[in-house]
């Protein structure tokens, strides 16, 4: 089962930011937070991770709280394009290989 | 591009026909995934390869799958019998140990069995 918990859905204006809320009040001190989107009828595409730290790339940002119990995915000026299911995953990064545990994820839709 | 890739993208079957999917890695990634993914629902977990050795299989994967990566580079997954249950889209991701194993997805294969 997935450890994380996400809105089923959010609206966000275009040109606005998105904030996309996840909890994962379980997250081990080993786990890394992982963030995916899935475009209608594509492969998940990665987006970021992080630790503990606060994360930024040329995508997005992610803001994990202190005690790591929740994250938010920040898409700073979201167009159409980004409207997809965006996926929050907490993963084990041991050298082990593990997987990735899907939830439903939050579907976000980009209004003009 | 150098990205995962996956063939065929589509393929329609009948009930009981055999089908096999092949994925080719990022090169230089010894890790490569199969997952699963039904209409509505997250992708799930079926099997993955460190090189050539499959070390980890979901009890989603029942006898009749059976996946394969002879030289630790392409992968095949293939169906045997199929039934309309298996009707889905298959992904395929890969990473590299060393880089924090971030999984890079292919676009999948969709298949409709009939």
């Known amino acids: 089962d997935a450890k ?19 909890n994962h009040s379980t997250i ?49 000026h979201a167009t159409l394009r980004d409207t997809a299911v965006y996926y929050c995953i907490v993963r084990v990064v041991d050298g082990a290989g593990n997987m990735l545990t899907f939830g439903g994820g939050t579907r976000l839709m980009v209004k003009p | 591009d150098t990205g995962v890739s996956q063939n065929p993208r589509h393929k329609i079957t009948k009930r009981g026909q055999n089908v096999t999917f092949r994925c080719d890695p990022i090169s230089e990634h010894n890790r490569l995934y199969w997952y699963r993914q039904t209409l509505g629902q997250g992708p799930e ?15 989603l994967l029942s006898d009749r799958f059976s996946a394969e990566r002879p030289k630790g580079s392409f992968s095949t997954l293939e169906i045997q019998r199929t039934e309309q249950g298996d009707s889905a889209m298959y992904l395929c991701a890969s990473s590299n140990r060393g880089s924090l194993e971030t999984q890079y997805f292919g676009p999948g294969t969709r298949l409709l069995v009939l």
């Not at chain 1, 918990?5 to 275009?14: F, G, N």
């Not at chain 1, 709280?65 to 938010?72: H, I, M, Y």
Request: charged share 20%; hydrophobic share 30%.
């Open chain 2, 45 to 59: 977990f079926l099997t993955y390869f460190q090189n050539e050795a499959q070390l980890e299989k979901s009890r």
């Open chain 1, 4 to 22: 994380t918990t996400q809105p089923t859905s959010m609206d966000c204006a275009e040109g606005r930011a998105a904030n996309l809320p996840c």
């Open chain 1, 28 to 76: 081990s001190g080993n786990e890394y937070v992982y963030w995916y989107r899935q475009i209608h009828s594509q492969g998940p595409q990665y987006i970021i991770h992080g630790l503990k730290n606060n994360e930024t790339n040329e995508m997005a940002s992610l803001i994990i709280t202190e005690d790591r119990k929740s994250s938010t995915l920040i898409l700073p």
